[in-house]
C-alpha cells in the first residue's frame, strides 16, 4: 500500500521526531517545509529571505512553500508531509496536488509544547533531534556541538504558537469537518506516540 501521510500538530508537537521514525519505517520519503526552508534561509525571493520570517516566528509567504512542497512531493512515491499545510490557502493548493491516505493530528497541550521547544537541541552535523530533559545524548563529543534553533527562544515560541493558532488551527478544523482527520495523543514517551501512530496507520 502506498502511504501518503500528512501528520499536523503544534509547534512542538513532535512532528520532526515522529516523521523520521515513520519514513524509516515504511521507507517513504520525509517531506518537511521547515528543514527545506532551514536549508535555504537565505535564499533571495522576491518576498525577502526565509530567514527575515522565520527567525521572527512569522510564515514564510506561501507561493516560495508551495513550490518546495509540490516539487518534493512530485518526486517522492509516498511521503510524510510535516509542516504543511500551515493555513487554509495552503491546504487548498495541496489538494489541488495530492491525494491523501492519512491526517493524523497530533495532540499535545499548550504547557507541553513550550517546555519540549525551548529545551529542544539540534545536532548540525546529522540532523538528530534531542532535548536537554527528555532525550539527552551520552556521547560527550555530541553534547558539545548541539546547537538551539534561534526561533526555540521563548518569545518567539510564544509568537510561533499564537501564529499556529490565528492560522494553522483553522487547517485542522477543515480536516476535522471532512471527518478526515484521525487524533492522536501526542502526550506520552517519543516510543509510545510512535505505537500509536504506526496503530492508525496500519489500522
Ligand atoms: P518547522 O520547522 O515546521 O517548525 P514547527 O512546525 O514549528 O515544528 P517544530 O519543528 O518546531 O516541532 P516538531 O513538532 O517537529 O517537534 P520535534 O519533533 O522537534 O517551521 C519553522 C519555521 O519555518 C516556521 O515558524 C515558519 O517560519 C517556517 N515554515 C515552515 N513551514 C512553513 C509553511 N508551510 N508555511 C509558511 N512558513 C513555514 O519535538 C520538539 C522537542 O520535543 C524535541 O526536543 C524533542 O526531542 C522533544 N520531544 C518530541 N517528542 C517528545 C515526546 N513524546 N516526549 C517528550 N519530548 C519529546
Redesign the pocket.
Known amino acids: 500500500m502506498s502511504h501518503r501521510i500528512l501528520l499536523l ?1 503544534a ?8 516523521s523520521k521514525k515513520l519514513a524509516a519505517e515504511y521507507g517513504i520519503e520525509h517531506v ?4 527545506a ?1 532551514r536549508a535555504n534561509k537565505d535564499m533571495e525571493t522576491e518576498y525577502g529571505t526565509p530567514r527575515s ?2 527567525d521572527a ?4 509567504p506561501d507561493p516560495v ?1 508551495n513550490e518546495i512542497v509540490n516539487a518534493a512531493l512530485k518526486e517522492a512515491d509516498g511521503f510524510v508531509l ?5 493555513n487554509l490557502s ?1 491546504a487548498e493548493y495541496l489538494s489541488e496536488i495530492t491525494d491523501l491516505d492519512a491526517v493524523i493530528f497530533l495532540d499535545v497541550s499548550e504547557e507541553e509544547l513550550v517546555g ?2 525551548t ?2 537541541r539540534m545536532d548540525p552535523e546529522t540532523g538528530e ?3 536537554v530533559e ?2 539527552w545524548p551520552e556521547d560527550e563529543e555530541i553534547q558539545e556541538r548541539l546547537v538551539q534553533r534561534e ?1 526555540d527562544k521563548e518569545d518567539t515560541v510564544r509568537e ?1 504558537l499564537r501564529v499556529y493558532r490565528e492560522n494553522t488551527e483553522p487547517v485542522i478544523e477543515h480536516f476535522r469537518e471532512r471527518g478526515d482527520l484521525i487524533e492522536v495523543d ?1 502526550e ?3 516510543d509510545t ?1 510512535f505505537e500509536r501512530l504506526t496503530d492508525v496507520i496500519e489500522g
Open positions: 500538530g509547534p512542538g508537537a513532535g512532528k520532526g521526531t515522529q518537511t517545509t521547515g528543514d526552508l520570517f522565520m516566528g512569522e510564515l514564510v512553500v510535516d509542516g504543511y499545510p500551515r495552503q519540549r521547544l529545551g529542544r533531534i534531542y532535548h527528555f532525550n526561533d510561533r501526542g506520552a514517551a517519543p506516540v
